[in-house]
């Protein structure tokens, strides 16, 4: 099996695990009281930053980090002066800027963009938002942001509204907050809520279970008194059981979102869901912080920004920060040592498994197979090594026998991972002269 090369830098909130993101809190509050401790880090590297998307505060913060460790910065932030509006490839253009800078922070209208770049690049790519994928290091600096208040995440509940289907800062946040053994109620506007599968691969990796809590305010967001909640199936059961759906009294945490229309959402009929200060009156709230990536629309009025509450300046505040954190932990390990992140697979394009189901993926502008990648022990699934979609595979051949059987049985189940040959549909097994394992 043909791995493709390793993925370098940061792609996801997947990589996190809760002694990485314990260590960078820690070492960023050392920055935030003694910021021009670092100022010659990176003197002599270069960053390069390529937004091919708008940007005001992820473009700026990258840069002014990079500024205050002593580096220097060279960016794209229109795409429109570059060859790839010529039609370059994301691959040729991450490997000739590869040959320029020491690191490269890149921002791509598609899922998965920035780690295929990274197999090109041989230098670290760090993702600065990917279509509706990720934001890993908005979620840094948005749980940072918590941290500061909080201390530690246990028994905490964070809510997170808006636009999930289509908000990459919601759903690389909701991941991480699981990372933390947070509980996530989901208050997504009507319709635009994130795939079923994407719950599931939380649900799965964490040990989290889904159930349903209750509340009046409820309705006037999502249409309905009962929210999702997922939490880990360990916490203490208190006033969420034993029915199915029991009345929920506290929400520490609420980060809202703004509609993502640039990405082909409509709101429909419901009024898109957010908070006045009358709602921010409700006993609910009473503790609830508020965040937002920002930039805002009507979900988050202005009269609510001296309300002690409203955290979401402080938020974008610490970017410069939380960034020179990232930096420095890609670009000078041995002066800000860290837990290594969780490697993501880099898949295998072996296989012709068809074009990936998630139209916004990156093989999809760049004319790629999707490679592929496995998760899950006991189901064993099949995602798009970019986009992290599930592929429709139904047959699993073994190389080594070329048998193949149906994705669920105990053979299938018992493929050695090297010996994987993942299959569509039984025909096509049998066009590479696969038999049908008993
Ligand atoms: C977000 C983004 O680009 O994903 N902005 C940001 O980085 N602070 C959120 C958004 O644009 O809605």
Redesign the pocket.
Known sequence: MNLLPVLEGLHSAEAFHPAFLTSFFERVRELEQDPGAYQDALRGKLIATVFE?P????RLSFEAAAKRLGGQVITVADPKTTSAAKGETLHDMAKVLGGYADLIVW?HASDGASRLASQAAGVPIVN??DGRLG?PT?TLLDLYTLSREWGDFRGRTVALMGDLKN???ARSLAWALAVLGVRIVLLPSPSLNWESSFERRILDRFDYRLVQARHPLFRSWIGSDEAFLLEPRGVAQGDLFPEQSAALHKIDAMYL??L?DERGARQGGAPYPGVTPEVMADPLLSDCLLLH???RRGELPPTLDSDPRALYFEQ?KMGPLVRMGVFLAFLRPDLWPLPTLQPLPSGCRDHDLGTCPNTGCITHSQKLRAPWRTEGRSRRRFLCAYCDALLPIDYIGCCSSRKVHPIHSPKAQSIRPENLRPFVSREDAERESYSWGS
């Open positions: 998307e940007s005001t505060r992820t921002r600065g938002g934001h908005q908000g990459r800062t979102t703004r993502q990536p920002l930039p974008a």
